[in-house]
């Protein structure tokens, strides 16, 4: 693993992380003419949201031709708090000239999660097409139990091939099913970004830090085969 780079505060990690993705989204426009991004739920990433509709980035961001995806969603209704993509459309989609087709959340209306999980993974392949699915970044958060996306230890998605499964709840609240990205879809991405900020993180990122059991510390197992992987973390989610 890399040696993450500590910023002072929360507010820092959001403020580096945003000149990381728009970076990485002018090259990709550059290189490709699209900017694959996948988004993730969580605290840390929402100030990113908030920063990223700041002036600066409203006039720079290549926002017209940016699509949008999800790294892990909870089967809840979209007017849940927990959902994550209405989260990431509250605060950042609403204010961004995204085009509305451009947006791939994970459809939580289907009747069960692993219809959910079926028809994301539908989807991606029609985007797709006959390509490999590689995303130019995937931003991702890191749990206190060392999940990330909804990765969670000892789960049966942990050695998933397909790109999208059905996950069992984790030990986390709120217990609710999850659908996600699994590991060749994250390992394929140019780039991952983690965001881990706050003491309660410090044993997660030790561990994520040192290396271990992927069944135990799931986050272990984000190791791009061909892209960057950066951890960006505050001073409180550094072990003393």
Do not use: C
């Amino acid at each position: 693993m890399p040696e993450p780079i500590v910023l002072p505060d929360p507010d820092a990690v959001a403020r580096h992380a945003a000149e990381l993705v728009l970076a990485a989204a002018l090259e990709a426009v550059v290189e490709r003419d699209r900017f694959l991004w996948v988004l993730s739920g969580g605290s840390t990433p929402e100030r990113l949201y908030k920063i990223l509709t700041e002036r600066h980035y409203q006039e720079n961001f290549p926002w017209a031709q940016t699509f949008v995806f999800m790294g892990d969603e909870r089967f809840v209704p979209e007017d849940d708090p927990a959902h994550n993509f209405m989260m990431a459309r509250r605060v950042l989609l609403d204010h961004v000239p995204v085009p509305p087709a451009n947006r791939y959340p994970i459809e939580t209306y289907m009747p069960s999660a692993a219809d959910a999980a079926e028809e994301y993974g539908d989807r991606l392949r029609d985007f797709f097409g006959d390509n490999e699915t590689v995303f130019d970044l995937v931003l991702l958060g890191l749990g206190d139990d060392g999940h990330t996306a909804s990765l969670f230890p000892g789960k049966p998605a942990l050695t998933a091939t397909e790109p999208v499964v059905a996950t069992e709840p984790g030990v986390l609240p709120p217990p609710v099913e999850r659908v996600t990205l699994t590991f060749p879809v994250l390992n394929a991405a140019r780039s991952v970004v983690f965001l881990v900020t706050g003491e309660k993180k410090r044993d997660a990122l030790s561990r994520l830090l040192t290396g271990g059991d992927i069944s135990e510390t799931p986050a272990i197992g984000v190791q791009p085969v061909a892209g960057m992987l950066t951890i960006l973390a505050d001073e409180a989610a550094i072990k003393k």
